[in-house]
């Protein structure tokens, strides 16, 4: 049975849209900054720092696109499906905008040679010159009324860092914090855009896509009701899976918020500010798909299953971010990483296999 359906114009075919998103989130991100940062081990690094964003596209979103897909076959009335997303474009693009121009760049946004001079109040260098020379050599980056940032020395600042913040006043934290804070400010680096790497482009096109599956998984929701689908059971547990994927972003974001800026900027704060849309608008999604799955049939062991995993990764992601440095994060090594991503990778490609048939294909073949 073919799985994969055509808009009647080849510029919307479903199947070729999905695939190369897959293509540039699921893998082109991860194996980007593989390959680019190989020497050194520094994508290790950053798989550790940004797993909401490279371990979520490797592990999960790939089970988020397929169920999208399925469920879009599912559909009958397509012609409003096709306004709707041109809108979800028009806001996922100023979205991206807004994320690509942002304060807290992620280290591998930078070219490992990405360097920039730029000037600072004086109040500022003294706080920088101010930082302790086991964490870095102030005397290379400091002259006179500038500073000279390199990706190379601010990396190598946040590994001391991390070795040695326990051992630091207050006042010392301060200081090396307001270093990064200009190291990772896009306001220093959007004059010098050869520093930027090559995998700041999957990941601004990754962020892109993330937003418009999770704008399009709202549509599927609230804009079709039974009459408009097939099967109205199987929508809902495409829809279902979809959101579960989605879901697993959640306890990795806590873990950037909590962990990763805490040992880049010193933040504290659980929610970042557009964060809260998506922790607001979570619980209102799957408190609208527990009652659209009541009425169509009462499936409590289902209703409770979503509500189990919702919970608990919410809890683990807001009071545990520790559990999760150690398992996926900074505090991990490579054994751990390689069961607990090998465990999380197999999962998702055993889920993905069997939705799309492929683990029957020989029984098919032989039919």
Known sequence: MNRFITFGQPLLNLKLIMIIAGLITVVG?????????????????????????????????????????????QINRKTMLIRCVLIITIVSIFLTYIEMTSNNMMLFEFSNTAQSTIPEPQETIEQIRNIPNSIIDTNKIIARDTITVSKVEIEQALKNFKLQQNQLNQEEKRNYYKLMEIGLSYPTWEKNRKSFSFSRLFYISSFFIIVMASLMNWILLFLYSKQDVIDFNKYLRYLTIASLGLMTWIPLRYYYNLTTLNLLVGSNNAIGHFDVFAFVLHPIYFFVLCRKIYKAGKYWLWISFIIVFVSLLTIVGRFYPNLISNLFGINSNGITNLITWGACLLISIVIGLYQLDWLNLPRRINS
Not at 30 to 37: A, G, K, Q, Y
Not at 39 to 54: A, C, K, V
Not at 60 to 73: K, M
């Open 29 to 73: 991100l991860p194996v980007s900054i593989i390959l680019e940062f190989h020497n050194n081990n520094d994508w290790l690094l950053y798989f550790r720092l940004y797993p909401h964003l490279i371990l979520f596209s490797l592990l999960s979103f790939g089970i988020v696109l397929i169920n999208l897909h399925l469920a879009l076959q």
